[in-house]
């Protein structure tokens, strides 16, 4: 079925064959997000098996085409998308023919300067939002609010959530805060207020480091060292620029259909359907998690559970890593890294590669197949979805 | 024995960021100075809409015109904040969402009411207040508490 294709074939595929992150910091010290980019690089493609020649296409945004000249890596496909999103673009230009080995790399140090812990890329810019002290605590907590007025969650479901996340990276020797812990969900409510109803342990942390993906054509997988990962699904919805118009809940479209506060319910019907799988299917949930209340609302959005009932869904053990929705497992943004724009979000895809090959050390999800990673959030009006397997479909 | 509430929440009077307007939004501004609290309407499908724009997000008429609001809404959303985004804010404040009885909504700060007491679909009121540098800024009260 993956035989030697002409790369021109309509039916070419593309895998995902190498990942890699360097080591993550709170500040890591004598590096530069250049840097670390190189070192993110060469270490996804030592894991895949291929040598920097191999390299037709790069992804670094927004450092791609700097990243080409430095590398010499010319002429080279660059891709344009961030985050999570780049993944599926890599494996698009793969199959239509414009790349057979695709570099996605990101890396952050020495961005967060100003007011240390606010991400600088998420400060608000717009006349309409700045004077009123919005930042992206403030913008997803208002989101939160909507569903606790209108569902009832509270803070203790919000804090069984970032209890739980933080506890994967106790157990994480790679993660930032690796045995920080352990945490239970009183420790989240005890830490002071940001912006309610989120709690400082509620939040993402700020922290430095890189990370890389390999993406090649199924008709390199001879030259692959590493087991490949297959893209089932992917979805990408968005409402709009990210911190520029208020982060209603009931913002909607000219189409109908999902509202904000549902972002990513779209994008999930959309992989789940074309990877001919359903939720049941799933082993382990990688979504991003800029702020506790998020994992409710994307475990709702995704379908994992009935709109309304995230709170208790989670409250239940159900997200732990030996229940049956095991979140994030890492320790994601609050525990493990969250290393600029880009990073933060290749790294859920990164962790779900390790899941579905057996390489998650002491927070492995046993026989773990197939893995959805998300990235995005209500706060910020976008949510993209990818879902993982080692068998293609 | 009940807990003493927090005192209300006020205003903003620092430096605060502020992008400079265009040529679409210099009116809205030049509302507030005045102490009026603008919105864009469109001629064509007669939705109200904001933050401006140069076409009707409804209908894409670029017919519209700017009215005068009563000020008057109900709260949206909101969220208390104790660590500002930066130093020019005083803590603490709080970012609100508000459903505007024309039909639109808008980002705000809510004052005159205490942390404690602000309740879902609180009826609120506009009331403008000067921040440094000449910034006129319409936070939002709980009705009748000017």
């Not at chain 1, 890329?121 to 004077?131: D, Q, S, Y």
């Not at chain 1, 309304?308 to 493990?336: K, L, N, R, Y």
């Amino acid at each position: 079925m993956f035989g030697l294709l002409d790369p021109m074939s309509a039916h070419r595929r593309a895998a995902i064959v190498g990942v890699h992150n360097t080591p993550q910091g709170r500040r890591l010290e004598n590096v530069t997000s250049r840097g670390l980019l190189v070192q993110a690089a060469l270490g996804a493609l030592a894991d895949a098996g291929l040598a920097l020649e191999d390299v037709d296409g790069v992804n670094a945004e927004p450092d791609a085409a700097g990243l080409i000249y430095d590398l010499s890596l010319g002429p080279a496909w660059q891709g344009r998308q961030f985050g999570i999103a780049a993944v599926p673009e890599a494996i698009s230009a793969i199959e239509s023919g414009q790349a057979d080995v695709v570099l996605i790399a990101a890396a952050a140090a020495g961005v967060y300067r100003d007011r240390a812990s606010t991400a600088p890329w998420t400060r608000p810019e717009n006349e309409f939002v700045a004077p009123w002290g919005l930042f992206t605590a403030a913008e997803f907590a208002l989101v939160a609010r909507r569903h606790m007025i209108t569902y009832g969650t509270t803070p203790e479901h919000l804090a069984q959530v970032a209890a739980t996340i933080r506890n994967n990276g106790h157990h994480n020797p790679e993660a930032v805060y690796y045995g920080r812990g352990p945490f239970k969900p009183e420790d989240i409510l005890a830490s002071r207020m940001v912006a309610d109803p989120f709690h400082l342990l509620d939040c993402s942390m700020t922290s430095e480091g890189g990370c890389a993906i390999v993406v090649a054509a199924a008709d390199r997988l001879p030259d692959v060292i590493a087991r490949p990962v297959y893209l089932l699904g992917a979805g990408a919805d968005h409402f709009g620029p990210s911190y520029r118009y208020p982060p209603g809940w009931d913002l909607g479209g000219r189409r109908g259909g999902p509202v904000n506060g549902q972002v990513g319910k779209l994008a999930a019907d959309r992989a789940f359907r074309h990877a001919g799988i359903d939720r049941p299917d799933v082993d382990v949930l990688e979504l991003y998690d800029p702020f506790s209340f998020e994992i409710i609302r994307q475990l709702e959005a995704f379908g994992f559970c009935e709109p309304g009932e995230g709170g208790p869904f989670v409250a239940d053990g159900h997200i732990d890593i030996t229940g049956s929705h095991p979140v994030t497992t890492d320790g994601g943004t609050m525990a493990f890294s969250h290393a600029g724009a880009s990073p933060q979000m290749l790294q859920r895809v990164i962790r779900g590669v390790q899941q579905v090959r057996g390489q998650a050390g002491p927070s492995q999800v046993p026989d773990a197949s197939i893995a959805l990673c998300s990235g995005g959030g209500a706060g910020a009006l976008f949510n993209v979805v990818t879902i993982l397997g080692t068998e293609p479909t | 024995m009940t807990r003493p509430l927090a005192a209300p929440l006020s205003p903003q009077h620092g430096h605060l960021p502020h992008a400079e307007p265009s040529p679409v939004t210099r009116p809205f501004w030049e509302g507030c100075a005045a102490g009026e609290l603008l919105f864009q309407r469109c001629r064509g499908c007669r939705a109200a809409q904001f933050p401006p724009a140069e076409h009707c997000r409804a209908c894409l008429e670029t017919d519209l015109g700017w009215e005068r609001g009563a000020g008057l809404g109900s709260l949206y959303s909101w969220t208390v904040v104790h660590r500002p985004v930066t130093p020019a804010f005083t803590v603490p404040y709080t970012p609100a969402i508000v459903d505007l009885d024309e039909g639109y909504q808008m980002m705000t700060n809510l004052i005159g009411v205490a942390p404690e007491a602000i309740t879902p679909d609180l009826a609120v009121q506009v009331e403008f207040h000067d921040t440094a540098g000449g910034l006129r800024l319409p936070y939002f009260r709980p009705r009748g508490t000017a």
